[in-house]
């Protein structure tokens, strides 16, 4: 998988972009669908030290080492893909020397970068805690003193996730020449920056459940007590009810108010197959408001299907928000004499999503491996 | 003289397009002379209509009706050059895209453009393109270049700017000759100039005596999406209310006009 994705991205690079099936109509493809997706789920290593170094709650010092690493790879994997998604790869670092300050994009560039950086350091003593490393005495005290800034790191990666989970909603919210994507919101904020934040805050502890469940899977062994089970549940669907709660009001308001004074009929928007009435329905019903229940019912009723059932639906429904934001904002058409578009990814843009899929499962392995990322793993074997 | 929403800066003039879609028989001239002129490369095999560079490109649409009640109309669009909130220029992360103070005119800076497409997504008139290629021309072509515009290279955004190579040509003449702006009679788009019906004029929109202006104010008059508020500077004129409509000009002022008789 690695070596054909880095064939494709290589194909890219070198031939230019032409290797996908993107177009002038898609200019965003795949990759920005499974990059918003990945950084969303991602969000589970900054909700995560949020709640364990600042909410205080400690039970989850069980995952957050794992928590950490996802959010690490799934943020390093995103900006691979979009360092081959850019045209002009070479000229990234033109946003820090020519920044537009009003562009959502400026603001995601900036928040993810730092974040990366955040990352890399909260990966760093996880890193150092490996016991031959643990024999080289600066490590150790550079460890020691890691430590004791993690609360402020964790602040600092908390700031600027909110953010830029925010900025990334605020990427189609801002789009007034797309009225399907357009959002009244709040200030200079559309709604869609706040319900990124939220959707992807919910989605976070979701993912970590299920990624936690599949290594206990996969290694045979018990990794977290049930307990750690039970608050990322429970955290997980109240923060997806509360999103759709919001969501729902978001969707009124763009449907009655926002919608109308662009011109724009909303039914017009759903009468395009594949994208019917039901997209709507699955997004906020099907994969938000039954998972958020599902969630809530396993916390409480210690029921870990219905834990592990809740966290899938809910992470399949932010990776649906994203596609809709994505792609149907791209294949709705604005002008009434051209024809509605439908996109389909060549392998090269599928074979580079699996090789940065590849490296998250390698890289993941390899800290599995060598490292402790669930410090409570060695205890409850012996039970 | 007034001062722009966008920037804040001077804005002498406000050139844009009018178009007559009842005159346009889409032969396709204006967009032949405006890729000539700008050095658009001919597409070669593997590149379709969904991946190709046309600055200027022309729809054909119709009334949905059928013979003998069938119409066609033509529509040449072009960038839009919005005026207000313009979708392109607040979106693109490294200042690539911005206002010509002078003219009103958007333009692209190629050199400075990452190729996130970013812009292409914001823009509700699809009038921006990617290259997707590298841009060549078969042997001896390229003895046909333009030397007053830069070829693009793979990888970056391009779309329509009303022939800023005329525009510079205009206010050099003008300044060989010691006046301080263009006449407006000195620049003309390739578009406009080829356009064998005289479909597509050029001119100030704020000059009130520019045909250009003129045409703008008449009642069949109107721009695309409208109600975007995207203030764009190409007009279209139909007297047809269908085309109007399909145009999405102002439903409710077409209604108005339409119960007025």
Request: glycine fraction near 6%; include cysteine.
């Amino acid at each position: 998988m690695l070596g054909i994705g880095l064939f494709a991205i290589g194909l890219c690079l070198i031939k230019g972009l032409n290797q996908t099936n993107m177009d002038n109509r898609f200019a965003f493809g795949l990759w920005i669908f499974l990059d918003l997706t990945v950084i969303a789920l991602g969000a589970g290593a900054f909700f995560t030290g949020f709640l364990l170094y600042i909410l205080r709650r400690d039970e989850l010092r069980a995952v957050i080492n794992s928590a950490v690493v996802l959010g690490f790879i799934c943020y390093s994997g995103a900006i691979l893909v979009l360092m081959v998604d850019v045209g002009q790869p070479l000229r990234a670092w033109f946003t820090f020397w020519h920044p537009n300050v009003h562009s959502m994009l400026t603001e995601v560039t900036f928040c993810i970068t730092c974040y990366l950086a955040v990352l890399a350091i909260e990966y760093a003593p996880i890193v150092l805690r490996n016991r031959q490393l643990r024999k080289v005495p600066s490590f150790l005290v550079f460890e020691f003193e890691l430590h004791k800034v993690m609360p402020v790191l964790a602040a600092v990666g908390t700031f600027l996730s909110f953010f830029h989970q925010g900025s990334l909603g605020g990427l189609y919210g801002v789009l007034q020449g797309r009225p399907f994507a357009y959002r009244d919101g709040f200030a200079i904020w559309p709604s869609t920056f706040f319900l990124f934040i939220l959707s992807a805050i919910a989605t976070g502890p979701a993912f970590v459940l299920v990624t936690t469940w599949a290594v206990s899977k996969i290694s045979s062994k018990r990794l977290v007590q049930p307990s750690v089970y039970r608050i990322l549940a429970m955290v997980s669907g109240w923060l997806l009810v509360t999103y759709v709660g919001f969501k729902g009001i978001d969707t009124l308001v763009w449907l009655n108010r926002t919608v109308p004074r662009t011109g724009a009929i909303p039914a017009q928007f759903y009468a395009w197959q594949p994208f019917g009435t039901w997209v709507l329905f699955a997004e906020i019903v099907l994969f938000g408001l039954v998972p958020a229940l599902i969630l809530i019912a396993g916390a409480r009723r210690r029921s870990f299907a219905l834990q592990l059932t809740g966290s899938l639906l809910a992470c399949a429904g932010v990776a649906l928000n994203r596609f809709v934001m994505t792609i149907q904002t791209l294949a709705v058409p604005t002008l009434k004499f051209e024809p509605f578009m439908l996109y389909w990814p060549s392998w090269q843009e599928v074979a580079t999503f699996l090789a940065v899929a590849a490296y998250g499962v390698i890289l993941y392995s390899l800290s599995f491996r060598y490292l402790k990322l669930f410090p409570h793993e060695r205890d409850l074997q012996q039970y | 003289m007034k001062s722009s929403a966008n920037s804040g800066a001077i804005i002498k003039r406000r050139f844009g397009l009018v178009i007559d879609l009842d005159r346009c028989n889409g032969c396709g001239a204006c967009a032949t002379a405006c890729a000539v002129e700008n050095n658009v490369p001919p597409a070669f095999p593997e590149v379709n209509e969904r991946t190709g560079l046309t600055w200027m490109r022309v729809y054909r649409a119709e009334n949905g009706r059928t013979f003998p009640d069938s119409r066609t109309v033509y529509f040449p669009i072009s960038c839009q050059h919005c005026g207000h909130d313009t979708p392109c220029v607040s979106v693109c992360p490294q200042n690539a895209v911005d206002i010509n103070p002078q003219t009103g005119v958007v333009s692209q800076i190629p050199e400075r453009c990452l190729g996130c497409r970013y812009c292409m997504a914001a823009c509700p008139y699809h009038a921006r393109y990617f290259n997707w290629f590298d841009p060549t021309w078969p042997a001896g072509m390229e003895k046909t270049l333009n030397p007053d515009v830069s070829v693009r290279m793979r990888g970056v955004v391009e779309k329509c700017n009303l022939c800023h190579s005329r525009w510079q040509v205009a206010k050099a003449k003008a300044a060989a000759a010691g006046k301080q702006d263009l006449d407006p009679a000195d620049y003309t788009t390739a578009c406009a100039e080829a356009c064998p019906a005289k479909a597509i004029v050029l001119g100030d929109l704020d000059d009130r005596n520019s045909e250009a202006s003129r045409a703008a104010k008449s009642p069949n008059a109107f721009r695309l999406l409208a109600k975007l508020g995207t203030d764009p500077k190409i007009y279209y004129r139909s007297n047809r209310e269908w085309v109007r409509r399909l145009g999405d000009a102002d439903v409710a002022q077409i209604e108005s006009e339409a119960s007025r008789g």
